[in-house]
């Protein structure tokens, strides 16, 4: 493990464009963002909705608390709708679908007549009735100590003809879960026990999922690894006339279940090129999931809100997930990265996953997708661009002196469906049946030995025992990547040209002893505190089209107010527009405006009345004038052109009069540095 340290990511702006229409528009901007930011997100804000999902969670513990199914995961749904439709800045959808919900009764192995702890395989068949006296068989494998080969169970040409109407025992790895049975079912096997391959937590519960029901498939349960190695060991010592038998009862039920996904989309930015950030909404049945995973939850909510109140509009689409069925299988996620055609797909260009950040024996983990502190499993695909976005978090965390971990970039969670779609991933994770180092307790605190969250898939999953400390390093980091894929930085305004003629030196005249004249007792006149500055005042029309443009400034503005910047064209080819700024901590409020098409650059040429209303007193005045390139003033060049915009090159744009704009994203990264 190691504690990362400041790389540099930048994110820019290709910007095309696409014409349209017949008359000029006019879009103006204020000054986009020139650094990221957090965005004001903290864990009280957090703490504050994740509150709400527990009251929820908590009112409906006699009905399955926030699961699959329940009113109390439906009620969830509607308070996350209601907190981001009050915001304005989004769309909302609910996504409807159905799943396969499975409830367990009775379920009992037992090998020569020694009970077994195991856990029911989601997706899996039951019993009919209970099977008695199932003879005990292993896949053909020359070496079963090395957890690798035929014991894996991966092909029905992997067993012989022991497995016939017998139990197998099968190890994790390589192939997914619902493969291994698929296999054994074909093999003719009448039972299946998987066990874990963790040597490092070797009693640590194997909790499967088939993925999907396997037809007609083998009951199927998981043990951990020393529960599954100490029956491989009496099996491989059963002598040929006594062979292990067994007992194996799985009652299980499947109903159908209607549920909901909530994506948000910011109605602002370009919805060709969206950043996408989740986190599962749903809980499991025996406790009120307030760290899994509402916490995650209620950091997406908080981050939405801090997004709306920005003083500019995004530049890149934010979508936000709530997915449905998580604890049964990735459902939710699944089925909307399946729902998506090639074409909706491909707008998609990040995602974000956030499941758990408040464990009470926290780490601060980053989805490690370059491999660098964890090794990235064997067919875990990893979209190019992956590790700049986990580079988001490390040097956020860098420039605060934040240690932090790479964790298991495996696919686990709802990030599954982005990466095997070619969508680079990353995301933060403070832990869950991990067991905690001694590095991580020396940079986290925390108890060794224990799990990352003690309460994990238990009752006391409650909002009491969600570590605060947890939820207000992690909310912070949140909002901040949220702020650095929405906006394309821009640059600050450049200064104005320096004085044409410079003083001379020395001065042209000695200054006499005495001024000549007594000053009165009070200044002649109080010093004007409101003005327009607008930077030039005449500017040819080739540079009105460059990057700078005309600079406009209001000076006098109450601090934090909104000011309005009307623009009134005197060429009679473009419309009359206006726009809004928020006026800085020093009174001012900026705007800019230049044209957009160089083609029908001598549209923009004339004069233009610049009006700025903004509170502190009465509305600043100011015009400045294009000038023809070939001509001796306004008027001169041809008509017909077509959209100018303001601001400077990464200002937040709008779209009028058939003008459409395209942005692109991409990352841009220098080397990366750690440090030990």
Known sequence: MKIRTKTWLAVTAATGLALGGISPALAAGTAGPTEHTDMGVTGDAVMDHLQEISDISTSHSDEGFRALGTPGYEEAVEYVEQTLEATGAFDVERQAFDVDDQTFGDVAVSVDGEDLEVTPASYT???????????????????????????????????DASAEGALVLVARGVCSFGEKTQAATDAGAAAVILYNNDTSA?????????????????????????????????????????PLLADFTLETEYTTQTTWNVIAETKAGD????????????????????????????????????????????????????????????????????????????????YMNF?????????????????????IPDGVNVPEGSAELEEIFTDYFADIDQPNVGTDFSGRSDYQAFIDNGIPASGLFSGADGTKTEQEAEWFGGTVGDNHDTNYHQPSDTIENV??????????????????????????????????????????????????????????????ERSLSIDPKTIDQDDFVGERGVQV??????????????????????????????????????????????????????????????EGGDPLTGSFEVLAADGDGPGAGGGGGDLPRTGN????????????????????MGARRRKA
């Open 202 to 242: 070797p009693d640590e519960a194997l909790n499967a999922t088939l993925g999907e029901r396997v037809e007609n498939g083998a009951p199927t349960v998981g043990v951990s690894y020393n529960a599954g190695n100490d029956l491989l060991t009496k099996i491989e010592g059963a002598v040929e006339e006594e």
């Open 553 to 614: 400034a209001a000076t006098g503005c109450t601090p934090d107010t909104t000011a309005t910047m009307t623009v009134d064209p005197q060429n009679g080819k473009i419309e009359e527009f206006e726009q809004t700024a928020t006026a800085d901590a020093d009174s001012v409020a900026k705007f800019g405006v230049r044209g957009l098409d160089e083609s029908k650059v001598a549209t923009y040429v004339g004069a233009y009345e610049v009006t700025v209303d903004c």
């Open 271 to 350: 919805h060709d090129n969206v950043q996408m950030f989740g986190a599962h909404l749903d809980g499991v049945p025996e406790g009120p999931g307030a760290n899994d995973n509402g916490s995650g939850s209620a950091a997406l909510l908080a981050s939405a809100e801090a997004l709306a109140k920005q003083p500019t509009e995004a530049d890149n689409a934010i979508r936000f997930g709530w997915w449905a069925a998580e604890e049964v299988g990735l459902v939710g996620s699944t089925h909307y990265v399946e729902s998506l055609g090639e074409s909706e797909l491909s707008k998609v260009k990040s």
């Open 125 to 159: 068949e039951g019993t009919e009735q209970p099977l008695t006296d199932l003879p005990v068989a292993l896949p053909i494998d020359d070496d079963y100590s090395d957890l690798d080969g035929g014991q894996l169970g991966c092909e029905s040409s992997d067993f």
């Open 467 to 528: 570590s605060k400390e947890s939820v207000d390093i992690f909310a912070p980091a949140i909002g901040y990547a949220v702020h650095t894929l929405a906006y394309d930085l821009s640059e600050a305004p450049a200064p104005t040209d320096p004085p044409s003629t410079p003083p001379t030196d020395p001065p042209t005249e000695t200054p006499t002893e005495t001024p000549t004249e007594t000053p009165t007792d009070d200044p002649t006149q109080a010093p004007d």
């Open 649 to 668: 090159e990464a200002l937040p744009l709008v779209i009028s009069a058939g003008a459409l704009i395209v942005l692109g994203v991409g990352m841009t």
């Open 355 to 375: 499941d758990m950040i408040g464990s009470d024996n926290y780490i601060v983990g980053t989805l490690d997708s370059d491999g660098s502190d964890v090794p």
